[in-house]
Nanobody, 118 residues
Framework: VQLQASGGGLVQAGGSLRLSCAAS????????MGWFRQAPGKEREFVAQ????????YYADSVKGRFTVSRDGAKNTVYLQMNRLKPEDTAVYYC????????????WGQGTLVTVSS
């Protein structure tokens, strides 16, 4: 499983960024994909996961109402639109996949750094 995350950068508090995670067609069709993040000195935490249809998603409480996860079947890509960013959103963001809804995430892409300045 190969996952390629991109789109990180430096943004001021209140700003927006969109992260992308590109996968192979096989992975996109057959695996569940989601986003995690790891802030300095903290454990990695779940951020968001799109529903199978891509019309809704599951979110960590800390990002609900600010982040939107989506998937584009034509591009085999999962996106994370991040709005109203806060300094506490600063972290390395990872794209991950798993074989089913009930299984743990077990494949990880390289991270992309998001830095939110105050």
């Amino acid at each position: 499983v190969q996952l390629q995350a991109s789109g990180g950068g430096l943004v001021q508090a209140g700003g927006s960024l969109r992260l992308s995670c590109a996968a192979s067609a096989h992975t996109f069709r057959n695996f569940v994909m989601g986003w995690f993040r790891q802030a300095p000195g903290k454990e990695r935490e779940f951020v968001a996961q799109p529903s199978r249809s891509g019309t809704s998603g599951y979110y960590a409480d800390s990002v609900k109402g600010r982040f939107t996860v989506s998937r584009d079947g034509a591009k085999n890509t999962v996106y994370l639109q991040m709005n109203r960013l806060k300094p506490e959103d600063t972290a390395v963001y990872y794209c991950a996949s798993k074989t089913s809804i009930t299984s743990p995430y077990d494949s990880w892409g390289q991270g992309t750094l998001v830095t939110v300045s105050s």
